[in-house]
């Protein structure tokens, strides 16, 4: 069962325009939503994070916008260039289990692969 | 600052021989460190969980006896593919957990590319 559902698969977005990638949870304990982008032959690399006490995130060029209420955030990513093509992971995690305990599972999206076209 | 690294960044290896790979945190200390596997186009899987000084926690379908992993300091873990098969060669990707965060994020290795012939 997937617990983090991201769309689209694949985007294709002129530059300059917004690309935007949306993601839906269904478990009500996540607390923590991190976005990551990955390029080709790379590691995933943290983005942008959100907690559920705000609404909206903004760091640069990217803005998480999160719905507590609709169990739904999204990736916004402003004036898009071509070095933004990659492929972008939404995830959630919830507080660890067990006193002492460090492990913040993550549960990934399937990704979305964004192409920013000159 | 958080940085993850990860060696060797690919490795190419006979069928039966055993793969270690090394997974560190260079400018923080990760009390848990994952280890993850994906395949072309796909999401990352997660195979396990690594604490500091304690036995992983294997995801349902993950041979522990097949991949090894010994976390024994609070900036490195290390998996081991024991017996590689063709079957085995994927891109294996490390994480590590800002114990001092107070949301414990995570940070990826650079991942390493297992080639088992």
């Known amino acids: 069962q997937q617990q983090v559902k991201q769309s689209p698969q694949s985007l294709i977005v002129q530059k300059g325009g917004i690309s935007i990638i949306n993601c839906a949870y269904e478990?009500?304990?996540?607390?923590?939503f991190p976005w990551y982008q990955q390029f080709p032959g790379k590691g995933p690399a943290l983005l942008i994070a959100i907690r559920p006490d705000v609404s909206e995130k903004k760091e640069g060029r990217f803005t998480i916008s999160f719905n507590k209420s609709a169990k739904q955030f999204s990736l916004h990513i402003m004036d898009s260039q071509p070095g933004d093509s990659a492929t972008y992971f939404c995830a959630a995690s919830r507080a660890p289990r067990g006193s002492g305990a460090g492990s913040y599972q993550l549960t990934f999206g399937k990704g979305t692969k964004l192409s920013v076209i000159p | 600052g958080a940085v993850v690294s990860q060696h060797p960044s690919r490795v190419i290896c006979k069928s039966g021989t055993s793969v270690k790979i090394e997974c560190r945190s260079l400018?923080?200390?990760?009390?848990?460190m994952f280890w993850y596997r994906q395949f072309p186009k796909q999401s990352l899987m997660l195979m396990a969980t690594?604490?500091?000084?304690?036995?992983?926690?294997?995801e349902q379908g993950v041979e522990k006896d097949k991949f090894l992993i010994n976390h024994a300091s609070l900036t490195l873990s290390t998996l081991t593919v024991t017996s590689a098969h063709p079957e085995d060669s994927s891109f294996y990707i490390c994480?590590?957990?800002?114990?001092?965060?107070?949301?414990?994020?995570?940070?990826f290795g650079p991942g390493t590319r297992l080639t088992v012939l």
């Open positions: 400018d923080f200390q990760a009390t848990t």
């Open positions: 994480s590590a957990a800002n114990s001092e965060s107070s949301y414990n994020e995570q940070f």
């Open positions: 690594s604490n500091e000084g304690s036995k992983a926690t294997y």
């Open positions: 478990n009500t304990a996540f607390d923590y």
